[in-house]
């Protein structure tokens, strides 16, 4: 049944292997506890175990990811399940009753990996809109609608797809799933902190987290179970296929490499890293080739829209250099990384990175080979260089934030010189990560005057604040051609074979679920003029 949407991964399909009696016997190595729910009526299973959803993601010409988790009671670390191995009927239709089944099949719930279930459904036709579901304990889940990618070389006339990102459950509400699902797109592109890992915040919380900070499997994974509850975020993923890179937030703020932000003894915080990244598994619908491998989980990817897009999905937190110009002595004592720094000698060093060299060499090969018409770099955050003055004291001059590319500015110089010299087809950067929106046109390093080469779009939070009026007053001294961080929402963008447009959709009120929207700014994209094209906003 299994076949890895990337073969060379050689990643196990420990989760999507069809369930056999020999298969669960010999993967439950005899145990009794493990293979007695496989026995008819040797154990009963509780009662709603669909608590927390349906979800598909990663969509091909041929097939598309599909994930559920088994959770009679997700709040509680095991999620209310026996340590049983349960089988689990999946089936995809052509039509939301189910009349006309096209494929189906069982997967096997595993306790080691909380009971999520991830099936790959092949053998699909491409282009086309699917409903799925699953099957455990006589209970039918949540119907999801999904789609198919388009084939290989074919130009569809138009893909939409929605990018968000920073949804922290205390800051509000998800009203803005509920106008998503309403802009109908063909793929949605989440960029990073699907949760907030920090402890309950009763002062500013419009709806608190229910566990302490977690830092084991067990406490991840009640926090993802707090997010997932959520009626428009499930609602959000049954609508359409996700695609997916995580931020910081999934494991710890601001964490690089195997530092976190206080820079703790870095084989203390790989363990924690491990838990984390075992839990995001678990709790998402991505392929076999990403399942962990302790604190380690291949997460970049390309995904194709026929020949009209190409999305390249990088992870800039897990291979990325240490923080730039950090005192030896701060991080010796393990004290909070200095965040804001004057330029310094590791600003120009070459050797450091943030994507990592294997990551790199992907990426540079992905933006040398691709034929797409457009080129969707999905990552993070913001790419453009970033200053901030220091009201106090401005004759220190700019100062920048050590977690974003501004501190890495020889390593991102190397993506938009790839860009030029690969000749790489309408190249556009999306990112989230700064609870604002913002866009700006980027330009080729070696001729910083020159016309711009490509566009970015940093499109706002779901719900996370940043309240600093001196992002707004200095975005002209940034060069940001817009931006905004009052207001909450999401990006929509559309693309075809001839042009596109991007809209940034701001919410009325982030802390009421019914809370209207509207666009706040639009931009045109056009292949002969690249760069920043404001029409509103």
Not at 85 to 114: L, T
Not at 117 to 141: M, W
Not at 430 to 439: P, V
């Amino acid at each position: 049944m299994h076949s890895s949407f990337d073969p060379a991964a050689g990643a196990s399909p420990l989760l999507l292997t069809r369930l056999t009696r020999r298969g669960l016997i010999g993967g439950a190595a005899g145990s009794a506890a493990l293979i007695a729910i496989g026995a008819k009526g040797a154990l009963a299973l509780p009662t709603g175990l669909f608590t927390l959803g349906v979800a598909s993601g990663y969509p091909q010409p041929g097939g598309v990811m599909l994930w559920t988790r088994l959770a009679p009671q997700p709040l509680q670390p095991d999620g209310g399940m026996p340590p049983a191995i349960v089988p689990v009927r999946w089936e995809v239709a052509e039509d939301e009753h189910f009349a006309r089944i096209v494929r189906s099949g069982e997967a096997r719930a595993e306790p080691g990996w909380g009971h999520s279930v991830h099936v790959e459904a092949t053998g699909l036709k491409p282009a086309r809109v699917y409903y799925y579901r699953f099957i455990a304990g006589g209970e039918k889940s949540a119907v999801g609608r999904t789609r198919t990618a388009p084939a290989a070389g074919s130009t569809p006339e138009r893909l939409r797809f929605a990018f968000a990102s920073c949804q922290k459950y205390e800051a509000g509400f998800y009203a803005a799933y509920r106008h998503m699902v309403e802009d109908d797109p063909d793929l949605i592109v989440f960029l990073g902190d699907y949760i907030y890992e920090a402890d309950p915040n009763p002062k500013e919380a419009v709806r608190l987290h229910l566990n302490p900070e977690p830092k084991d499997v067990g406490g991840y994974r009640v926090r993802y179970a707090t997010y997932k509850r959520d009626p428009l975020l499930q609602a959000a993923h049954q609508a359409a296929p996700w695609v997916m890179t995580w931020d910081d937030h999934e494991v710890a703020n601001d964490y690089a490499d195997d530092l976190d932000e206080k820079n703790s003894d870095p084989a203390t915080f790989l363990k924690r890293r491990a838990a984390a990244y075992q839990v995001y598994y678990e709790h998402q619908p991505l392929p076999a080739w990403a399942l962990p491998k302790g604190p380690a989980m291949k997460l970049y990817t390309a995904v194709d829209w026929g020949g009209l897009a190409q999305f390249q999905i990088i992870d800039d937190r897990q291979y990325r250099a240490h923080r730039a110009c950090q005192s030896p002595e701060l991080m010796a004592r393990h004290e909070q990384y200095q965040v804001l720094v004057a330029p310094c000698g590791d600003f120009d060093d070459p050797r450091r990175t943030v994507l990592g060299a294997t990551q790199e060499k992907w990426l540079m090969n992905q933006l040398g080979t691709s034929k797409a018409t457009w080129n969707v770099l999905a990552q993070e955050t913001l790419m453009h260089k970033q200053g901030r003055i220091d009201a106090a004291h401005p004759e220190k001059g700019p100062l920048f934030s050590g977690d974003t590319w501004s501190t890495y500015p020889v390593a991102r110089d190397r993506i938009f010189q790839r860009w030029v010299e690969a000749k790489t087809s309408n190249p556009l950067a999306i990112g989230g990560d700064i609870h604002a929106f913002a866009a700006d046109s980027i330009r080729d390093p070696a001729r910083p005057d020159g016309a711009p080469i490509a566009a970015e779009f940093v499109g706002g939070s779901i719900t996370s604040l940043f309240h600093d009026a001196s992002f707004k007053k200095q975005a002209e001294a940034n060069e940001l051609v817009f931006a905004e961080n009052e207001v909450r929402g999401y990006g929509l963008a559309d693309l075809t074979p001839k042009g596109g447009e991007v809209r940034y959709r701001g919410l009325a009120d982030a802390k009421r679920e019914d809370s209207a929207i509207s666009d706040i700014a639009r931009f045109t994209l056009d292949p002969a003029q690249p760069g920043i094209h404001k029409t509103l906003g």
